[in-house]
């Protein structure tokens, strides 16, 4: 089974901060990686589709980058909506696998 | 506008068989894998089963195999997952998400609100 790493697994930032989350993929997944955002008490939703393509409809302060094993999810510039956890998954192969989530939360 | 509607949560027993349905609107069903994932109480995403457009290839996670069912009825643009001896570790908000496609990603695009299932006696 392909593990997958997430960190850090909370962090605490402001309004307009640049926040960056990693994944790392225990053997290579090519591109085969989405990135989720999910809010208490909703499902999640998708922001990056393999690895770097945003979603229609999620603002351009999201971006994604990596290939094989790194992977990183970035937000320019931190707004009040964007505070949720975020995870990575992994379709590469079966079991699809996420990360174990990060939390953001306000500074 | 895609939607996907669960169904069928609820209180169950230790040992409860109960079956999860999922109803898919605003795309051509047929054409698309679809998956469980399920979310215990506080904890992170865990993929459950996957099935393809036609239903003739079904994949599981190694804690429910066999003892969940995945399957589907195209015609009636419903996703099921027959869910047999449950144990209080089922017990989790469940999804049902449609797989994307091609350019498009293969991962999860869409996703229903969730339905709770809670194994308690």
């Known amino acids: ?107 | 506008e895609v939607q996907l509607l669960e169904s069928g949560g609820g209180l169950v027993q230790p040992g409860g068989s109960p079956r999860l349905s999922c109803a898919g609107s605003g795309f051509t069903f047929s054409n698309y894998a679809m998956s469980w994932v399920r979310q215990a109480p506080g904890k992170g995403l865990e993929w459950v089963s996957d099935i393809s457009g036609s239903g003739g290839s079904t994949y599981y996670a190694d804690p429910v195999k066999g003892r969940f069912t995945i399957s589907r009825d195209n015609s009636k643009n419903t996703l099921y997952l027959q869910m047999n001896s449950l144990r209080a570790e089922d017990t989790a908000v469940y999804y049902c998400a449609k797989r994307g496609s091609g350019a498009a990603g293969w991962d999860f695009d869409y996703w229903g609100q969730g339905t709770l299932v809670t194994v308690s006696s």
Not at chain 1, 45 to 67: C, D, E, M, N, T
Request: charged share 15%; aromatic share 10%; glycine share 10%.
């Open chain 1, 1 to 107: 089974d392909i593990q997958m790493t997430q960190s850090p697994s909370s962090l605490s930032a402001s309004v307009g901060d640049r926040v960056t989350i990693t994944c790392r993929a225990s053997q290579g997944i090519r591109n085969e990686l989405g990135w989720y955002q999910q809010k208490p008490g909703k499902a999640p939703k998708r922001l990056i589709y393999a690895a770097s393509s945003l979603q229609s409809g999620v603002p351009s302060r999201f971006s994604g980058s990596g290939s094989g094993t790194e992977f990183t999810l970035t937000i320019s510039s931190l707004q009040p909506e964007d505070f949720a956890t975020y995870y990575c998954l992994q379709h590469n192969s079966y079991p699809l696998t996420f990360g174990g989530g990060t939390k953001v939360e306000i500074k």
